[in-house]
């Protein structure tokens, strides 16, 4: 029957129907009369409901795949790839569905390639700023606090807490900069690792913060792509920035171990949680972004002890060079 076209389908099933009603008909000891009798009524209205429902129900068959792909349809989110519907139904509605999970790949690999892309522009565009703020700002700033350094020897002492004001204004100044361009583009990471990047984040977040962030790094931990550290890197820097402005937390678990593919980022705090309202601010949707562009499962749940939020990123491990 799935080789067989659906308007046949349709048509051959009506067929059977209205042939089985004749033939019941026709060996049926039941007759109708001029004029029609209530029981001869009663027999007419049962015999039209039973082949309406056996019609039905033939049709409900045929078309529930058609169903099953409008539900896909309504429901698919390029955020959440891989959906896909299991072939099924006539020829016709078996190429259709075939067509539709098709378009989906296209449109999968697609946003991947075009979010490779931004995040590409994003992260030279940071990087760049980085060594501006370095090169320039900070040029600058020592260049005042060696001024006011070679001021200070030779000012009357009435001037001297002034002066020396100044010049924690511009040591703070330079801290500053040198915060920014560590947000920016994490040196620490390409020079030490994900590990001392991550640590030394996680200690910067705490001094801003006050919230307290319980670190657990499995050793000997699998080798990821750059792409994916830096991936690890901004949704653990993302979930924390969210968790001092959301939450209301006062405390942070932040994990990375093995796991049977790879690495496994794990962010835990004890906040105020989702309250039932389904996150998908643009933050989130970066974190998914960057996800995607790395073949990463990203997941975002309320913790099961009640309280508080639960991210975690599951990042494949580097593929094996070739000895």
Do not use: C
């Not at 001392?196 to 790094?217: D, M, Q």
């Not at 601010?281 to 990203?298: H, N, P, S, T």
């Amino acid at each position: 029957m799935r080789n067989i076209p659906l308007y046949w389908r349709v048509f051959a099933m009506n067929a059977s129907v209205f042939i089985a009603g004749v033939v019941v008909l026709a060996v049926s000891p039941a007759t109708v009369s001029s004029p029609l009798t209530p029981a001869e009524a009663i027999v007419l209205v049962g015999g039209l409901a039973a082949l309406l429902g056996a019609n039905l129900m033939l049709l409900r068959v045929s078309f529930a795949p058609l169903e099953r792909l409008t539900r896909l349809m309504k429901r698919v989110d390029l955020l959440r790839p891989g959906e896909r519907l299991a072939l099924s139904g006539s020829s016709e509605i078996a190429e259709l569905i075939k067509t539709f999970n098709d378009m989906l790949d296209r449109l999968e690999s697609e946003r991947r390639v075009a979010a490779r892309r931004v995040l590409a522009g994003q992260e030279a565009e940071r990087r760049r700023i980085a060594q501006e703020l370095h090169d320039e700002i900070g040029q600058s700033l020592t260049a005042v606090l060696l001024q006011l350094k070679q001021a200070l020897a030779g000012d009357p002492g009435e001037v001297r807490e002034r002066i020396e004001d100044a010049q924690e204004a511009a040591r703070s100044s330079l801290d500053e900069v040198r915060r920014i361009a560590q947000s920016l583009r994490p040196g620490v990471l390409d020079d030490l690792g994900l590990v001392s990047a991550l640590t030394a984040y996680a200690a910067s977040f705490e001094r801003r913060t006050a919230i307290h962030v319980a670190r657990r790094f499995e050793p000997s931990l699998p080798e990821l792509t750059k792409e994916a550290e830096l991936a690890v890197y901004r949704v653990a820097q993302e979930s924390l920035t969210n968790a001092a402005r959301h939450s209301e937390a006062t405390e942070v678990e932040l994990t990375l171990e093995r796991s049977p593919a790879g690495v496994v980022l794990r962010i835990a705090d004890d906040g105020k949680g989702l309250n039932g309202v389904r996150p998908d601010g643009g933050g989130v949707r970066g974190m998914r972004e960057r996800a995607i562009l790395v073949g990463a499962d990203f997941s975002l749940r309320a913790r099961p002890e009640g309280s508080g939020v639960e991210i975690t990123l599951d990042v494949p491990a580097a593929p094996e060079q070739p000895a």
